[in-house]
């Protein structure tokens, strides 16, 4: 058993790894001037695989390239357009959707790859109050940069090999929401990474020259709006964001209130969410399937060390959940490997009392230090999965009632599951909650909001100024997942239909699901995506991005059927 518990564990490292950078192999010249002929000068081909976080998108050998700055880019981008290929800007691939490539890529398609994180990596400070950023740059690197300065961001995503392009593409988030008595911090948003934008120059169609070319986007710009979310329809060189002074942090962790204290009715009283919340206003919760105590973190602003915090200098303070303990991995491999999916409860509790056990045994339940130090948690080398991903727009005060609905009809249908043998998760939900996308936090006269962002405020409900963040975690080839994770998407569709809260999806993420297959549901990509957005602006994102790129070099399939 020892030695099939290592090889688990190998496969799965190795499994990471391959996930985790692109494997590239030299082109031969000959080969690319007979395949790619009057590709520009000076920028280097190479075949590349493709894959996604979870490695359920994967492409091998594609034509790829990295060029060496923006000009580059752009003549890429041209040669392009004149020998009809499609360009698909890479970043770390840190994403679930087919946004970049969809499954089935083979090498014979007409797709080039341009990879951002070898070259548009550029940092400059362009006022006190403005940092300029390569799109390539990840957010580790930005957000060092930014420490240097005496600077950070209100909250950010837990990984910090994103790239900037991606993050913007997408509206990344963390957790923020002003606590009680809270105001929002100079150069402070509490929405996605896509509100902090001033100003970015984008990859564009211009008609007078008959050409792409490099142009700069105010943030007061009408156009600017559809590029601040672009879901790969076009390509970012570089962004301007506003950031703020930098906070201390402290991050406090806990597996001592069960969930059904936690997520409990509104009114319950005692330990719940929105208590949390209204504390802290930095909250996550991870909740093992078939568990009952959720692995919860509170952040919150600290300027002065708490007695009993440990200082951290560094992100990454948990160990634990970096590599899989043996007895993690063991269990990984047997669903995996044999097949033994009804083990799922006996991996949620185990990764649980991983959780439980190291927190205290690398002391770190209790941290503080600079923000990035804090919120920056996911490596890599942790455990692959998939997940789905959507946003409920609501008012504060219905933040707990959107939470306890969603977990109790979870509960119950997993439970429904089990009863019939069946073990579609076994990871964990994720639960996080956010502000709006503010355009006034960007502190530019005129700015507009995001027009897909998911944290886009509604018209209709002035009063939402919050969003919950909701995913669900498990692994790969999970038997009936996508049929469990579409009875989901049809309650949060149904549940939050714009009464007292709203769903929309989470782009990077699994959605549109059918009983064996997310982003292939119909109904839900071409009425309920769309409508979550207003018929009205969704038009106009689709109508801006297609008149900056007419020829749609900046897409891919299943863009075409999404934004129609």
């Given at each position: 058993?020892?030695?099939?518990?290592?090889?688990?564990?190998?496969?799965?490292?190795?499994?990471?790894?391959?996930?985790?950078?692109?494997?590239?192999?030299?082109?031969?010249?000959?080969?690319?001037?007979?395949?790619?002929?009057?590709?520009?000068?000076?920028?280097?081909?190479?075949?590349?695989?493709?894959?996604?976080?979870?490695?359920?998108?994967?492409?091998?050998?594609?034509?790829?390239?990295?060029?060496?700055?923006?000009?580059?880019?752009?003549?890429?981008?041209?040669?392009?357009?004149?020998?009809?290929?499609r360009?698909?800007?890479?970043?770390?691939?840190?994403?679930?959707?087919?946004?970049?490539?969809?499954?089935?890529?083979?090498?014979?398609?007409?797709?080039?790859?341009?990879d951002?994180?070898?070259?548009?990596?550029?940092l400059?400070?362009?006022?006190?109050?403005a940092v300029?950023?390569?799109?390539g740059?990840?957010?580790?690197?930005?957000?060092?940069?930014?420490?240097?300065?005496?600077?950070?961001?209100?909250?950010?995503?837990?990984?910090?090999?994103?790239?900037?392009?991606?993050?913007?593409?997408?509206?990344?988030h963390?957790?923020?929401?002003?606590?009680?008595?809270?105001?929002?911090?100079?150069?402070?948003?509490?929405?996605?990474?896509?509100?902090?934008?001033?100003?970015?120059?984008?990859?564009?169609w211009?008609?007078?020259?008959?050409?792409?070319?490099?142009?700069?986007?105010r943030?007061?710009?009408?156009?600017?709006?559809?590029?601040?979310?672009?879901?790969?329809?076009?390509?970012?060189?570089?962004?301007?964001?506003?950031v703020?002074?930098?906070?201390?942090?402290?991050?406090?962790?806990?597996?001592?209130?069960?969930?059904?204290?936690?997520?409990?009715?509104?009114?319950?009283?005692?330990?719940?969410?929105?208590?949390?919340?209204?504390?802290?206003?930095?909250?996550?919760?991870?909740?093992?399937?078939?568990?009952?105590?959720?692995?919860?973190?509170?952040?919150?602003?600290?300027?002065?060390?708490?007695?009993?915090?440990?200082h951290?200098?560094?992100?990454?303070?948990y160990?634990?959940?970096?590599?899989?303990?043996?007895?993690?991995?063991?269990?990984?491999?047997?669903l995996?490997?044999g097949?033994?999916?009804?083990?799922?409860?006996?991996?949620?509790?185990?990764?649980?009392?991983?959780?439980?056990?190291?927190?205290?045994?690398?002391?770190?339940?209790?941290l503080?230090?600079?923000?990035?130090?804090?919120?920056?948690?996911?490596?890599?080398?942790?455990?692959?999965?998939?997940?789905?991903?959507?946003?409920?727009?609501?008012?504060?005060?219905?933040?707990?009632?959107?939470?306890?609905?969603?977990?109790?009809?979870?509960?119950?249908?997993?439970?429904?599951?089990?009863?019939?043998?069946?073990?579609?998760?076994?990871?964990?939900?994720?639960?996080?909650?956010?502000?709006?996308?503010?355009?006034?936090?960007?502190?530019?006269?005129?700015?507009?909001?995001?027009?897909?962002?998911?944290?886009?405020?509604?018209?209709?409900?002035?009063?939402?100024?919050?969003?919950?963040?909701?995913?669900?975690?498990?692994?790969?080839?999970?038997?009936?997942?996508?049929?469990?994770?579409?009875?989901?998407?049809?309650?949060?569709?149904?549940?939050?239909?714009?009464?007292?809260?709203?769903t929309?999806?989470?782009?990077?993420?699994?959605?549109?699901?059918?009983?064996?297959?997310?982003?292939?549901?119909?109904?839900?990509?071409?009425?309920?995506?769309?409508?979550?957005?207003?018929?009205?602006?969704?038009?106009?994102?689709?109508?801006?991005?297609?008149?900056l790129?007419?020829?749609?070099?900046?897409?891919?399939?299943?863009l075409?059927?999404?934004?129609?």
């Amino acid at each position: 058993m020892k030695d099939r518990s290592v090889n688990r564990r190998a496969l799965l490292r190795t499994a990471a790894a391959l996930a985790a950078a692109p494997v590239l192999v030299a082109a031969d010249p000959a080969a690319a001037a007979a395949e790619l002929p009057g590709f520009p000068r000076g920028v280097t081909l190479y075949r590349s695989a493709y894959r996604n976080w979870a490695g359920e998108i994967t492409a091998e050998g594609l034509w790829a390239c990295a060029p060496t700055g923006p000009e580059q880019v752009l003549a890429v981008v041209n040669w392009a357009w004149r020998h009809g290929r499609r360009v698909r800007a890479r970043g770390c691939s840190h994403g679930w959707s087919p946004l970049t490539v969809t499954e089935g890529t083979t090498a014979a398609a007409r797709v080039l790859l341009v990879d951002t994180t070898r070259h548009l990596t550029g940092l400059a400070l362009e006022s006190a109050t403005a940092v300029r950023a390569g799109a390539g740059v990840t957010l580790e690197a930005l957000l060092t940069f930014l420490e240097g300065h005496g600077l950070g961001l209100t909250a950010t995503p837990a990984p910090g090999d994103l790239s900037l392009g991606g993050a913007l593409a997408i509206d990344a988030h963390g957790t923020a929401v002003p606590a009680d008595g809270e105001r929002r911090p100079p150069g402070g948003t509490y929405g996605s990474l896509s509100n902090r934008v001033l100003e970015l120059t984008a990859v564009v169609w211009d008609a007078d020259r008959g050409a792409y070319v490099l142009r700069t986007f105010r943030r007061d710009e009408a156009d600017c709006a559809a590029l601040l979310t672009h879901l790969g329809r076009s390509f970012v060189t570089e962004a301007v964001l506003r950031v703020g002074p930098d906070s201390t942090l402290r991050c406090v962790s806990r597996t001592d209130v069960p969930a059904r204290e936690l997520f409990a009715a509104p009114g319950s009283g005692g330990r719940t969410l929105e208590s949390f919340l209204r504390r802290s206003g930095r909250v996550e919760a991870i909740w093992f399937a078939f568990t009952e105590f959720p692995w919860l973190k509170e952040w919150s602003v600290a300027p002065v060390r708490p007695a009993g915090s440990r200082h951290v200098t560094s992100p990454y303070n948990y160990p634990f959940s970096d590599r899989l303990p043996e007895p993690v991995a063991d269990l990984v491999g047997r669903l995996v490997a044999g097949a033994a999916w009804y083990l799922a409860p006996v991996l949620g509790a185990a990764q649980l009392q991983v959780a439980s056990l190291g927190l205290a045994a690398t002391a770190s339940a209790d941290l503080w230090g600079p923000s990035k130090n804090t919120l920056l948690y996911l490596r890599p080398t942790t455990l692959r999965v998939t997940a789905n991903g959507y946003a409920v727009l609501t008012a504060r005060t219905g933040v707990q009632r959107v939470v306890h609905e969603f977990t109790r009809f979870y509960r119950e249908r997993l439970a429904v599951h089990a009863a019939r043998g069946r073990f579609p998760v076994n990871g964990s939900v994720e639960i996080r909650v956010t502000g709006l996308d503010d355009p006034a936090d960007a502190g530019v006269p005129g700015a507009r909001a995001p027009l897909l962002s998911a944290l886009r405020p509604s018209a209709e409900h002035p009063e939402w100024d919050t969003a919950v963040w909701l995913d669900v975690l498990t692994l790969p080839g999970t038997p009936y997942a996508e049929a469990f994770l579409s009875e989901l998407e049809d309650f949060l569709l149904g549940r939050f239909d714009g009464g007292y809260a709203l769903t929309r999806v989470e782009w990077s993420k699994g959605w549109a699901y059918t009983a064996d297959a997310a982003w292939r549901d119909e109904r839900v990509l071409g009425t309920a995506v769309p409508g979550s957005f207003g018929h009205e602006v969704w038009r106009r994102a689709v109508a801006t991005l297609d008149r900056l790129d007419p020829h749609r070099v900046f897409g891919n399939a299943f863009l075409d059927r999404l934004l129609r």
